[in-house]
């Protein structure tokens, strides 16, 4: 049982759209990610977030991307014009503490047409 | 920069034989190394951790060594079944993100255990 709930599990969107998603933590945890996986490619960081700010982001983290604790409990991912190139699976994770396992959740697939 | 390799070809073992996955790492030396089981179209699933001054850790048909000379670490799925098959990821901390380290993957090694 995944200790985190990503919805939707499947967004298809169209190019140039928002959208955002949702991460629900089962307990109180205060790191979080975000990764990605392209299609047949590796699991690649996106962005970490502590004590409600953005405590590193990658490079594909552009502008584009934003992050938010909305009600303190749900972790969402937002992308504010989609691109073909963001289509992939999104992971939420998350860690209860300082060199511990991460925990991921199983994804929302988003497709962009 | 950091570099993790683990066997791009699928490995294909019989039931009941024990599955051996290698994950070799350069340029850095990681605190911790963690694997993972990925089924297709789910999330990655934490099996694993081993922290760099233990040499092997155990759970049940699990085995992980973690050689810190050789930048190796050795997964090992004793009396393999046909549910093992699925892809392994190894992953590794980024030295430079402090203690919530975000982790580098590699790209995985596909296990098919045959009955």
């Known amino acids: 049982e995944p200790e985190v709930t990503q919805t939707p599990s499947h967004q298809v969107t169209q190019m140039g759209q928002e959208v955002i998603l949702r991460c629900v933590p089962i307990s109180n945890h205060l790191y979080f990610y975000w990764y990605r996986q392209i299609l047949g490619q590796k699991v690649e960081f996106l962005v970490s977030f502590y004590n409600n700010e953005i405590s590193e982001k990658s490079e594909i983290f552009d502008d584009q991307f934003s992050v938010e604790r909305p009600d303190g409990s749900n972790f969402t991912l937002k992308i504010r014009s989609t691109k073909l190139e963001d289509s992939a699976m999104y992971f939420c994770?998350?860690?209860?503490?300082?060199?511990?396992?991460?925990?991921f959740g199983d994804g929302t697939r988003l497709s962009i047409l | 920069s950091q570099k993790i390799e683990q066997n791009s070809e699928a490995l294909n073992i019989q039931e009941g034989k024990t599955a051996t996955l290698t994950c070799n790492y350069t340029n850095y030396s990681p605190a911790y190394l963690q694997w993972y089981r990925q089924d297709p179209g789910r999330g990655p699933v934490f099996l694993l951790l081993i922290r760099e001054n233990e040499k092997e850790k155990r759970k049940e048909r699990l085995k992980v060594t973690f050689d810190t000379t050789l930048k190796q670490s050795l997964f090992h799925i004793t009396a393999s079944q046909p549910a093992d098959s699925a892809t392994y990821l190894c992953a590794l901390p980024s030295p430079f993100s402090g203690g919530y380290n975000k982790l580098i993957f590699g790209a995985g090694t596909r296990l098919a255990v045959h009955p």
């Open positions: 994770a998350i860690t209860q503490g300082s060199n511990q396992p991460q925990h």
